[in-house]
């Protein structure tokens, strides 16, 4: 056990750390150069794509130092705020940490969140200063953030460079020297901590663990210990560029586990695994059932292919245990899904996937998070879809999610990103200087205001310099409200938001204005109206088609005219009746961009 | 049904898209070559016979009295032209001098369609047109002096204004010569013209689809008290004085179509010449019809019925769309444009109302099959 390393990278996105991992894998010659393929650990083509990792992953490595073999076990891990779940998973399968920090941007908002983690797992954490061959590097600036917030020394910060291969070496002989080994005892009963899992779909979920005490053995009977379900190990095995099946591992080892297991929501991540006889005492601590922030409904766009989207959302769980969905119906969309996701991102990342892995079209109505209305007879009504909020006249009071922000950016910034957290409605907790022009600002904000256009927009007021990072506080008392929209008098329930009172006016109104410029004209004039129950908040009229008429039709006209009315006609198909109103797919998808 | 078309034109109005050229040397040899395509597709149509023969452009009217001459010599060394047969000769008023009235008619040209489009400089003018308001209202009136009873006039409206007055007085110019036949286009921005350039540069700001709507409204009003007959979308005639070639192409009847850019149809197929003077006369010296020929399925058979039907005063005959092609209308869409007063429908015909023609685009394509 003395001869391994068990460790992550904790980086924020953009600052190298797929990169840094590759050149690892080189230095060490676990990869040889042709098998070498850019950030050959995000294996997905979505994540080479976006240039996330979204889903974590392990790799060993053995390196020869002073004469001895080490084995090297990385854990990556996502690096999004939809995935600190994960994050923990992973940190807390290691004995260290490597910080990494980009030298020309400085530290991050996640950075930070993710190292007092990794602390407070008791890991020794490695910093480590990379791009320091950019022009732009601010290397003294940076390296003096990393020693206010470490409390370490100026030296113990290795200088690297993932593009150059600069620092591999130092970072190599550093996680050695620096990174104690796993401890454990390989004679009591078998703790293995789940740290994550993939769905390969002719093994079934193969699940990466690290075993913290015991040894497993190929054709163990194990038991998962939240989901109390037994299983036969049918192979473990070693994660090296391709697994490598092994008879046992014990305490301190990380290694995979094939068990024909078909459903991902089996395996949570953070569970315990144990021998199904002679168990142990208790699970690991900090095991949470990971639970969805924003949930919206999923459409697809044909409506005759609703059966074949349950298929693929089926598949894509298989892999994606914190996809969560029911069928749910829509006057106006017909049958579709309900979905809840991590966050917005994930909700982008699903509908992706369903695009392109399943040749699925969707439409995506308004996202929303969890809301709680009390009725005036004291019942408490948890509401995850507009279509669930009780009648004005029967509620009482609302509450709704409230997140603590964290929030990291250059001094300059400041007043933008203040004005904007105001907006979404926001308690300014604290503010702090980390050094002279990076501030740390803390907030209390209503989650319903970040998962829609916050983090884009904080973005851009920060020219990309802000970053964020969040934890859920709990519920707080709240003013929400259902705004409907109607199309001459027909509600389009796909188009309902919940929304604070005081923004359902400009709400309602931005939104009848883009409707307007979204739905084509018809043979009537069409009434687009916003509501709160049955109080009209805002109103915008498409005028009546007056003249829709070719003026010659002989000889060659009557093919051209055909066709082109034809084509006209099949892009129709995708529209959807409300009442009489053809609405088209973009109108739908119109919430989500109220301010482009 | 034969149809020739003649390439050449002055000058390009500005809202033109029809192939022509102005390159006006090839006249000649494109003659040459009209007259060897009619050989070449002399048994194109099942029949000999000839009701109608219809010189269209472009401007046909460029043509000298000569090469009009050479085109009928071939058309009836080939062909027998039925006695009572309509012979139409679209027109610019500028080139129906008294002689050249004369000429066509001791030619045998029976009936003019005269591109007039309105009686105001300013927007003939603004059109890049060739003739002036002055030389159409002699050269309508030297058509009648010669003794061309039946003859159209060709009014175009859409052009921005205040007011209705210009279109107002376009009409009734035109009615008092009292045509048999009137046709009426409204101003189209179509692409790849001149036009089109000028509304997207913003020199010029087309009036809007609510004043043409009122614009067309006028029209039908004041044409249908003055016993014209609103026989299909753009078409207004006296009684008895329908265009029978062109009522011939929304009846699915077979026509032969010479010249570059010429559409045929024998029943089953349509075929179109290729849209380039000097690529067309190369072919046909070569012995050879440049055309795409395009057979029509039944979903596209129905279409084109319909889009073509439903624009004129026949209507669509459900039987028929019923026996040939198994096509049922939709009585759901049927009963909501006729709430809307859109159309007019019994168990036997479904037709367009005044209101409705103005949408036709949007209804017929409502019925459309799309597979």
């Known amino acids: 056990m003395k001869d391994l390393r068990n460790f992550c990278i904790i980086a924020h996105i953009d600052h190298g750390k797929s990169t840094l991992a590759d050149r690892l894998l080189e230095f060490t010659n676990t990869v040889s150069s042709r098998e070498m393929q850019a950030q050959l650990l995000d294996d997905m083509d979505l994540e080479r794509e976006r240039g996330i990792t979204i889903k974590s992953h392990a790799i060993q ?67 480590v200063l990379n791009k320091v061959d950019l022009p732009s590097a601010m290397i003294e600036e940076v390296s003096d953030q990393i020693v206010d917030l470490l ?446 | 049904m034969l149809y020739l078309h003649i390439p050449f034109c002055k000058k390009a109005c500005h809202y033109c898209d029809f192939h022509f050229s102005t390159s006006l040397q090839q006249q000649k040899p494109m003659v040459e070559a009209l007259c060897t395509e009619i050989a070449l597709q002399k048994d194109y149509l099942d029949t000999k016979i000839l009701h109608s023969i219809y010189f269209g452009g472009g401007t046909p009217s460029l043509l000298t009295g000569d090469e009009l001459q050479q085109i009928f010599d071939t058309i009836r060394q080939y062909f027998t032209i039925a006695d009572d047969a309509e012979i139409t000769l679209e027109a610019n008023p500028d080139d129906l001098q008294l002689a050249k009235l004369q000429t066509l008619k001791a030619i045998g040209i029976n009936r003019l369609s005269i591109g007039v489009q309105t009686f105001n400089d300013h927007y003939l003018q603004t059109m890049n047109r060739t003739h002036t308001a002055a030389e159409a209202i002699a050269c309508v009136e030297n058509t009648k002096l010669i003794g061309f009873n039946n003859f159209s006039i060709d009014l175009m409206y859409g052009f921005p204004a205040a007011n209705h007055l210009n279109w107002q007085a376009d009409i009734a110019q035109v009615l008092a010569f009292r045509p048999t036949h009137i046709s009426t286009y409204c101003l189209t921005i179509e692409p790849k013209t001149a036009l089109y350039h000028q509304v997207k540069t913003k020199q010029f700001v087309p009036a809007s689809d609510n004043f043409a709507a009122e614009q067309y409204e006028i029209l039908i009003e004041q044409l249908t008290t003055q016993d014209y007959q609103h026989y299909e979308i753009s078409n207004f005639a006296l009684p008895t004085f329908y265009a029978r070639h062109n009522s011939n192409y929304w009846k699915k009847g077979k026509y032969l179509g010479i010249g570059a850019s010429a559409h045929s149809y024998n029943g089953t197929t349509r075929q179109a010449n290729i849209a380039n003077n000097n690529l067309y006369i190369k072919a046909i010296r070569q012995g050879q019809i440049p055309a795409e020929i395009e057979v029509l399925t039944p979903a596209e058979h129905i279409n084109e019925y319909i889009l073509v039907n439903l624009r004129t005063t026949w209507g669509c005959n459900r039987e028929w769309l019923a026996t040939n092609y198994n096509y049922k209308f939709s009585e759901k869409l049927l009963a909501a444009y006729a709430q809307q007063g859109l159309m007019v429908y019994d168990s036997q015909t479904v037709y367009l109302t005044s209101k409705g023609r103005l949408l036709a685009d949007k209804i017929c394509s409502d019925f459309f099959v799309v597979l």
């Open chain 1, 61 to 127: 490595m053995t390196y020869l130092y002073q004469g001895n073999k080490y084995t090297l076990n990385l854990i990556d891990t996502p690096g999004h705020v939809d995935f600190s779940y994960e994050v923990s998973r992973s940190i807390a399968a290691c004995e260290g940490a490597l910080l990494l920090v980009d030298a020309a941007q400085g530290i991050e908002a996640q950075t930070i969140s993710n190292m007092y983690l990794a602390l407070g797992n008791d890991l020794t954490i490695i910093p």
């Open chain 1, 151 to 596: 409390g370490c020394k100026r030296e113990d910060i290795i200088h690297a460079s993932g593009k150059t291969g600069l620092g591999i070496e130092n970072i190599l002989n550093a996680v050695i020297e620096r990174i104690a080994p796993p401890k454990g005892d390989i004679a009591a009963p078998l703790q293995a901590l789940i740290f994550d899992s993939v769905f390969n779909s002719y093994r079934g979920i193969e699940v990466y663990f690290k075993v913290l005490n015991g040894t497993i053995r190929k054709n163990d009977k194990v038991k998962f210990m939240a989901t109390n379900i037994n299983y036969q190990a049918d192979e473990i095995g070693i994660l090296k560029l391709k697994q490598e099946e092994v008879q046992q591992l014990s305490a301190g080892n990380v290694g995979y586990l094939i068990s024909g297991i078909k459903n991902a929501k089996e395996v949570k991540v953070g569970d315990t695994i144990t021998h199904s006889e002679r168990p142990c005492a208790a699970a690991i601590q900090g095991f949470e059932d990971v639970k969805p922030m924003v949930f919206a409904g999923l459409y697809p766009v044909d409506t005759s292919e609703f059966e074949e989207m349950r298929a693929s959302l089926e598949k894509l769980q298989l892999n994606d245990a914190s996809l969560v969905w029911e069928p749910e119906t829509s006057a106006a969309l017909g049958f579709g899904f309900r979905c809840g996701f991590l966050g917005m991102l994930h909700m982008e990342i699903v509908q992706e996937r369903l695009e392109r892995e399943f040749n699925m079209t969707v439409i995506t109505t308004v996202p929303s998070v969890q809301f709680h209305a009390f009725l005036t007879n004291g019942t408490k009504v948890i509401v995850n879809a507009p279509s669930e909020m009780p009648e004005p006249n029967a509620l009482s009071h609302t509450e709704e999610p409230f997140i603590k922000a964290q929030i990291i950016t250059k001094a300059e910034y400041i007043g933008g990103i203040i004005s904007l957290c105001m907006d979404k409605r926001g308690l300014i907790k604290n503010q702090s200087y980390l050094t002279t022009d990076r501030v740390e600002l803390v907030f209390d904000l209503p989650l319903s205001e970040v998962v829609f256009d916050f983090f884009d927009k904080l973005k851009s007021i920060s020219r990309g310099y802000a970053s964020l990072d969040y934890e859920l506080i709990g519920f707080r008392e709240t003013d929400m409200v259902k705004l409907d929209i109607m199309l001459n008098g027909e509600k389009v329930d796909a188009l309902s938001a919940i929304v604070h009172r005081d923004k359902a006016y400009p709400w309602g109104k931005k939104l009848c204005e883009k409707l307007k410029e979204l739905l084509p004209q018809q043979q009537f004039e069409i009434a687009i109206q916003a509501a709160i129950g049955a109080k009209i908040v805002a109103r915008e009229n498409v005028r009546a088609l007056r003249k829709d008429v070719t003026a010659k039709c002989y000889g060659g006209d009557i093919s051209r005219k055909r066709k082109l009315l034809e084509k006209q006609k099949k892009g129709k198909k995708r529209m959807r009746q409300v009442g009489s109103v053809e609405v088209p797919q973009e109108a739908f998808m119109a919430v989500l961009k109220l301010d482009s």
